[in-house]
């Protein structure tokens, strides 16, 4: 079955960067654009960064533009996200998600929590 | 570009019906129908249940349905039950920097 799972989450010192890996499976990765969406502790969801099938072309959130960059390994089926620069604010719950065109996302992986403290 | 705005507590009995609204400008949900919804519970990933305004994924119940009035999208739940009481959102693709823009949220109680 399709099947997303991300991983490199942890806890990092503010300032500092962190790397989140997306693994797909179960579908033809290379088909489809990815997503990275955010939900901070209790908080609604947040759309940061999307790349199109081929990696082409990548787009972002005003919240990360120029913080962070999103990439694919389509040899690989992997997804990533380099974050830099990180603050308190980018706390959350990073979902990787497959992407349909313009419409919607689905499915989403299991998330991976990262945590901006000092 | 503002998220979305949807009330951020809807509540109904089991079997009744309840609508959540979502809305936005005429630069996302009046201007496009790349409307969809999520249903996320408690501590588990959100979950597609509606795609471009009114569609419905594979699997998913057909108590819910939803459609689109200019600038404001609706997702209805009838025969409500205790499985749906989760939090709902809403997201539309935009003109605005942001590309993709998600709803506040909603909270649906089943009472």
């Known amino acids: 079955q399709v099947q997303l799972v991300e991983s490199g989450g942890g806890v990092v010192q503010p300032g500092r960067s962190l790397r989140l890996s997306c693994a797909a499976s179960?579908?033809?990765?290379?088909?489809?654009?990815m997503h990275w969406v955010r939900q901070a502790p209790g908080k609604g969801l947040e759309w940061l960064t999307f790349?199109?099938?081929?990696?082409?072309?990548?787009y972002y959130a005003d919240s990360v533009k120029g913080r962070f960059t999103i990439s694919r390994d389509n040899s690989k089926n992997t997804l990533f996200v380099e974050m830099t620069s990180l603050t308190p604010e980018d706390t959350a719950l990073y979902y990787c998600?497959?992407?349909?065109?313009?419409?919607?996302?689905?499915?989403w992986g299991q998330g991976t929590l990262v945590t901006v403290s000092s | 570009q503002s998220a979305l705005t949807q009330p951020a507590s809807v509540s109904g009995s089991p079997g009744q019906s309840i609508t959540i609204s979502c809305t936005g400008t005429?630069?996302?949900?009046?201007?496009?129908?790349?409307v969809s919804w999520y249903q996320q519970h408690p501590g588990t990933a959100p979950k597609l249940i509606i795609f471009?305004?009114?569609n419905r994924p594979s699997g998913v119940s057909d108590r819910f349905s939803a459609s689109k009035s200019g600038n404001t999208a609706s997702l209805t739940i009838s025969g409500l039950q205790s499985e749906d009481e989760a939090d709902y959102y809403c997201?539309?693709?935009?003109?605005?920097?942001?590309?993709?823009?998600f709803g506040t949220g909603t909270k649906v109680t089943v009472l």
């Open positions: 005429n630069n996302d949900i009046g201007s496009f129908n790349y």
């Open positions: 790349i199109t099938y081929d990696g082409t072309n990548q």
């Open positions: 179960g579908f033809t990765f290379s088909d489809y654009a």
């Open positions: 997201n539309s693709y935009t003109t605005s920097n942001t590309l993709f823009v």
């Open positions: 471009d305004v009114s």
């Open positions: 998600v497959r992407g349909m065109g313009l419409s919607w996302f689905d499915p």
